[in-house]
């Protein structure tokens, strides 16, 4: 059985302006000690994901409205708030994307360091000060004792998710979510800090959700990778697959919008023309229809499900959800061919993306509240 | 994962010690900026007078501020009397000197009770929200939709006239900007990323309240209320003034001038002095709010 199963997520947020379809029936597995990143553009519903598997989406607005989220075997959405108090920071991690924010200005890295220690009851006093200095040690802070004293200001955004992941890992978690750990950093600090992830997170076997809308952050870094979009997951292989054999148009958009295109073998830079939807209403169609070039006019009326692939690209017969056998998975109605992956556009003659039909046009409601 | 070498295992004690000087450094930095704006150094200065006359009064006066002299009744200042005397005798520079403690004792029950209080409310209201935030918000306003001094007023009336009272009623006036002033910040503060990092660290509602939003409130609680203090020393001396605080011949400033009202034609020094102390502690402490406030508001944005 996989240590985390979500099955048929789905996370609205209501607001004065609407309800929010954050995330539209999300499913993944993960396996003890398996890395998977998730990607897509900003708002696709990324950081709902993971806030909702750890029961932190920002109430009263954000809730789940359905699904379930399996780890190790007990459903996280009907534990009480005891239990889930328990299991967060001991087996489930999360580090954010902004370090600069997400310590206590007032309170000495020490003191949110130990907090963890203690919340948790492994250790007090003097044993849990000389674990924090070993771990501000590990992930490579400098002068780890005399840091252990110091105020977040004091530190540099690199330092302090050092810091954050110390935090994070303190307690040898099953699974962690890094939810976009780099964003906020420099360009070279970036790469030493997913370096510390994954180099910690392998000796402990800790699991890995890797969040980030950078496929070049997840290249080569996790072994699965799930696309989203509009808060549905579009496409998911195994990170070689997916580099190898991209399918999905808004997968091979996001290939070529990679800033260092050389490094990944896919050809030249064409960005993904147009903005994602609002989501305040369920989509009618795929909600990548606008500003697909791929499209058809079964594109506009049918949101296409998320089904298996075999490698010539039809549906497969047995499918595995984990492991490097994972099986590829694609929701798209006219899916690129390798050759148009790798051009970034379609190829066949004379195709043109189909218009948007103009009854549905005509009857959909601008922006209206659910 | 790797062991570190025993060397690097700080003691705690040590570590301790220096967490505490790392603290001192920041009050000093703090005092530093105080001091660098001449206004707000002469309210830190004439403040710390104040405070080292409330508590070396015994030493410094030449008479027992209670002491009746029917031989001296109501001299000029002089210099066997600096400020002059009283309708009994009593020296007024003494009376005056001794003064500091009641307005100074006041001013510490009634910021205490009243901080002490909001800040409790405005956690739990600002930190559950919904109906418990609606309720205790409706009793604030409730308190807060009377002019201050009126409420005090009848709040001391109603408790009795004393010294004890007035600071009481004081107090019940005074925690409503309380917790007004720390609802607003724990609304802002709830929903910072440490309070979801210490969430996900495991901690619980009970220590993210009182370990991450409370001390991120110190700082604004204390400008508010080094601002108050001048305030609170004005409004007690005010209730003494209408009889309905401490009570005469007790050296009071506010029940001093109250009496040397009917002296005010023929012998202006009895008001003048008492008066002037008032303005002077109001000042004092006022121009030190402010310049705290200067000196902390951008550190504590970050
Ligand atoms: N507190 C909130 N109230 C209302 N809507 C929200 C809230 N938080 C997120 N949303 C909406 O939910 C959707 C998903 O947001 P989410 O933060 O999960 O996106 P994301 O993929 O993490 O994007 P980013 O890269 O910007 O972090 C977005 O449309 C966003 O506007
Ligand atoms: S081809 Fe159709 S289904 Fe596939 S991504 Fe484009 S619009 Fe969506
Ligand atoms: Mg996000």
């Known amino acids: 059985m996989a240590l985390l199963a979500l099955e048929d997520l789905t996370v609205r947020f209501r607001t004065r302006g609407g309800t929010v379809h954050a995330v539209n029936g999300v499913s993944f597995d993960l396996e003890a000690g398996e890395t998977l990143g998730l990607v897509g553009e900003s708002g696709c519903g990324k950081t709902a994901t993971g806030l909702a598997m750890l029961r932190l989406l920002p109430r009263p607005a954000g809730r789940v409205e359905g699904g379930r989220v399996v ?24 580090v954010f994307q902004d370090p600069m924010t997400s310590l206590n200005p007032v309170l000495t890295i020490g003191t949110q360091l130990i907090e963890t220690l203690v919340a948790h009851r492994q250790l007090r ?22 840091s252990l004293r110091r105020y977040p200001h004091q530190f540099s955004g690199g330092m302090r998710q050092r810091v ?40 402990s076997g800790t699991a890995v959700i890797l969040i980030t809308h950078d496929l070049g952050v997840v290249a080569g870094r996790t072994q699965r990778i799930c696309v989203m979009y509009a808060g549905f997951v579009v496409e998911t292989a195994t990170t070689r697959q997916l580099f190898a054999a991209p399918r999905h148009p808004y997968t091979v958009g996001l290939l070529h919008s990679i800033p260092r295109p050389q490094a990944t073998g896919i050809g030249e830079l064409i960005p993904i023309e147009g903005a994602p939807p609002e989501q305040l209403t369920a989509p009618s169609g795929c909600p990548f229809a606008p500003r697909c070039a791929w499209r058809i006019a079964a594109c506009w009326v049918d949101n296409p499900a998320l089904v298996p692939l075999t490698r010539d690209g039809t549906v497969a017969g047995e499918v595995v959800n984990t492991g490097p056998q994972a099986t590829h998975r694609l ?36 922006g209206s509240a659910a | ?71 001296n009744r109501l001299l000029p200042p002089s210099p066997t009397h600096p400020f002059g005397t009283d309708e009994a005798g009593r020296d007024i520079f003494s009376r005056v000197l001794y003064g500091t403690r009641p307005s100074l004792l006041a001013a510490t ?9 909001g800040t409790v409310i405005g956690l739990v209201a600002g930190f559950r929200g919904g109906r418990v935030d609606e309720l205790l918000m409706r009793l604030t306003d409730m308190f807060l939709a009377f002019p201050a001094l009126v409420l005090a ?12 009272n007035a600071m009481i009623a004081i107090a019940i006036v005074w925690w409503p900007w309380y917790a007004r002033l720390v609802r607003g910040q724990v609304l802002h503060l709830k929903h910072e990323l440490f309070v979801d990092a210490a969430r996900v660290a495991g901690a619980s509602e009970r220590r993210i309240v009182l370990r991450h939003i409370l001390p991120n409130c110190w700082t604004p609680i204390i400008v508010q209320m080094s601002l108050d203090v001048g305030y609170a020393i004005l409004t007690m001396a005010s209730l003494s003034f209408i009889g309905l605080g401490a009570q005469p011949p007790a050296p009071e400033w506010g029940a001093m001038v109250a009496v040397g009202r009917d002296y005010i034609l023929d012998q202006p020094w009895y008001v003048a002095f008492p008066g002037m102390a008032i303005f002077v502690a109001v000042m004092a402490f006022n121009l030190l709010g402010d310049g705290l406030q200067e000196a902390l508001s951008p550190r504590w944005r970050r």
């Not at chain 1, 190790?72 to 999360?94: C, K």
């Not at chain 1, 061919?337 to 218009?355: K, N």
């Not at chain 2, 029950?109 to 209080?117: D, E, N, P, T």
């Not at chain 2, 007023?153 to 004890?164: C, I, K, Q, V, Y």
């Open chain 1, 71 to 94: 780890f190790a075997g007990r459903d996280l959405l009907s534990l009480s708030e005891a239990e889930m108090r328990d299991l967060r920071g001991r087996e489930i991690a999360m």
């Open chain 1, 125 to 146: 006093g003097a044993a849990a000060r000389g674990r924090a200095i070993e771990l501000l040690e590990i992930v490579g802070i400098p002068q780890a004792a005399r």
């Open chain 1, 164 to 203: 954050m992941i110390a935090i994070a890992l303190a307690l040898a978690p099953r699974l962690l979510i890094a939810d976009e750990p780099t964003t906020a950093l420099d360009v070279t600090i970036q790469a030493q800090v997913l370096e510390l992830i994954e180099e910690l997170t392998r000796e």
């Open chain 1, 331 to 366: 929701a798209c109605h006219n899916p690129a061919s390798a050759e148009e992956a790798r051009a970034g556009r379609p190829l066949r003659p004379g195709f043109e993306a189909a218009p948007p039909p103009t009854d549905i046009l005509a009857v959909q409601p601008a």
């Open chain 2, 1 to 71: 994962m790797t062991t570190p070498p025993m060397a690097q295992l700080a003691g705690p004690a040590g570590a301790e010690a220096a967490f505490r000087t790392g603290r001192r450094r920041r009050a000093v930095t703090t005092a530093g900026r105080v001091l660098a704006n001449p206004l707000s150094a002469i309210g830190l200065v004439l403040a710390l007078v104040l405070i080292l006359i409330a508590l070396a009064a015994p030493l410094l006066v030449p008479y027992d501020p209670l002491t009746i002299d029917a031989a």
């Open chain 2, 109 to 117: 029950v009634i910021l205490g009770l009243a901080s002490v209080v």
């Open chain 2, 153 to 164: 007023m009848g709040a001391a009336a109603a408790l009795g006239p004393s010294f004890f």
